[in-house]
């Protein structure tokens, strides 16, 4: 349920300033807030490393909201953060979740620094078979023909960990304009991929995702992608949400490996 009490104490977002020269900019997925997040920033921040995990326009108040919002908005959400972060550290790292993985691409691509490493958790290129697949080539007349405000459920993730997923917070249903804004989204990510020139990058997913299926993701990937060196991170037993699921921690420790931080603090 998004229940009041979640959204004021989980789905806000969160800065937590380090003790060195690293941060790392976390961005949520379509329909979820900072709280998905949370975790991985807390472990980050535990290792030195300063941590923004923002909230995305139209995210963590009414599924309504988001029917004024576009990709622009999130876009702008995601690289004014990297500015911000940029302004206080040398070396910054962009990661998303799903929808937020794409749009970390864009930023990457978009905001005025350089990426010392992108970080892709479970992205969606590319869906699932669902009804997803079946309405994408039409979401954006839908969209211009005032049918954005149509309402679709959303179901919750599958999870390995199910105390994880009583805790999520996420909207129970997302109007048409939101999906429209993510086939949209896809295509400029696509683009970026192109356009980046990153010498590092990881990406992390379940072979268990039921909504971003592996291979065709990191396909696109590596069909695409200008990074000098792709590493992968391949979990078991997680689901979609691998940032918040049963294995965060592998999860946490891979990240920070990967962003050169020190051993936690006690």
């Keep these: 349920m998004f229940r009041a009490r979640t959204c004021a104490e989980l789905a806000e977002p969160f800065f937590w300033e380090g003790g060195g020269g690293t941060g790392c ?26 941590v923004s995990g923002i909230r995305l326009s139209g995210h963590g108040t009414r599924p309504e909201d988001l029917i ?10 995601a690289v004014s953060a990297c500015e911000q972060m940029a302004a206080r550290v040398r070396r910054v790292f962009i990661g998303g979740q799903s929808l937020g993985a794409l749009l970390a691409l864009v930023a990457a691509r978009d905001f005025s620094g350089e990426a010392e490493g992108i970080i892709l958790f479970s992205p ?74 990153s010498d590092h990058m990881l990406v992390v997913q379940s072979i268990r995702d039921p909504v971003s299926p592996p291979g065709p993701n990191q396909r696109v990937i590596r069909t695409f992608c200008n990074a000098l060196e792709i590493e992968t991170l391949s979990l078991e037993k997680s689901g979609h949400v691998v940032t918040a699921d049963c294995e965060r921690h592998r999860v946490a420790s891979a990240v920070s490996s990967f962003m050169g931080l020190s051993p936690a603090r006690a």
């Design 25 to 50: 900019v976390l961005i949520h997925g379509l329909g979820a807030t900072p709280q998905e997040m949370r975790y991985l920033g807390r472990e980050l921040h535990r290792r030195g490393a300063t």
């Design 68 to 77: 004024r919002v576009s990709r622009d908005h999130w876009i702008e959400d």
């Design 124 to 197: 969606a290129f590319v869906i699932r078979k669902s009804a997803y697949q079946i309405i994408a080539p039409w979401l954006r007349l839908a969209a211009l023909l005032g049918m954005g405000g149509i309402m679709l459920g959303k179901r919750h993730p599958e999870m390995g960990d199910s105390a994880a997923l009583r805790e999520r917070v996420s909207y129970p249903r997302l109007p048409l304009r939101a999906f429209a804004e993510l086939a949209a989204l896809q295509r400029d990510a696509r683009n970026a991929l192109v356009q980046i020139w």
